[in-house]
T-cell receptor, first 112, second 113 residues
């Protein structure tokens, strides 16, 4: 069966510091991968999606970036965090598009 | 731009009641619609997916319907239980979103014993 992992589970970072969140999927190959953010009082918002290694599409302009160095690995990064980057970051995968998306446990980021 | 709205924002019912959660979307050009459950501080659990060509899907006590032409979906929960307490999210995949989900803000459900 397929599983999706995210780490860390919780992160507290100062403003201006770098960020790296990792997501990995097991039990499938060539999945579509997604990064979403859930900010307080707001709905889930798509940040990035990837249909293959090295293929990244961005939905929202921001100081975040994403990379897919391996088939089942998706990384969310920032060089300098902003207060507004605080939120709950969720990674998801699907076997193909547009099919059911399965979500990881999330990373809660607090920028102080 | 696709907008997804969920009503009500919050709902409290006594155990055993049947209830309906509503979801509406502005652009009917969707591939499918998914209902999720989110427990506090947790990720999302997929409940039901309805393809654009389907009218409804059922899983246990849950039934989701889709009226694509009017841009509406409902999630029906039968015989509610305290364990059903969670936030329920509706999301659609539109033809112009790169197959990414466009979410509503959710309905927070509390089922009291």
């Amino acid at each position: 069966s397929q599983t999706i992992h995210q780490w860390p589970a919780t992160l507290v970072q100062p403003v201006g510091s770098p960020l790296s969140l990792e997501c990995t999927v097991e039990g499938t190959s060539n999945p579509n991968l997604y990064w979403y953010r859930q900010a307080a009082g707001r709905g889930l918002q798509l940040l990035f999606y990837s249909v293959g290694i090295g293929q990244i599409s961005s939905e929202v302009p921001q100081n975040l970036s994403a990379s897919r160095p391996q088939d089942r690995q998706f990384i969310l990064s920032s060089k300098k965090l902003l207060l507004s980057d605080s939120g709950f970051y969720l990674c998801a995968w699907s076997e193909s598009a547009p099919e059911t998306q399965y979500f990881g446990p999330g990373t809660r980021l607090l920028v102080l | 731009k696709q907008e997804v709205t969920q009503i009500p924002a919050a709902l409290s019912v006594p155990e055993g009641e049947n209830l309906v959660l509503n979801c509406s979307f502005t652009d009917s050009a969707i591939y499918n619609l998914q209902w999720f459950r989110q427990d506090p501080g947790k990720g999302l659990t997929s409940l039901l997916l309805i393809q654009s060509s389907q009218r409804e899907q059922t899983s246990g006590r849950l039934n989701a319907s889709l009226d694509k032409s009017s841009g509406r979906s409902t999630l029906y929960i039968a015989a509610s239980q305290p364990g059903d307490s969670a936030t329920y999210l509706c999301a659609v995949i539109s033809s112009n979103s790169g197959y990414a989900l466009n979410f509503g803000k959710g309905t927070s459900l509390l089922v009291t014993p």
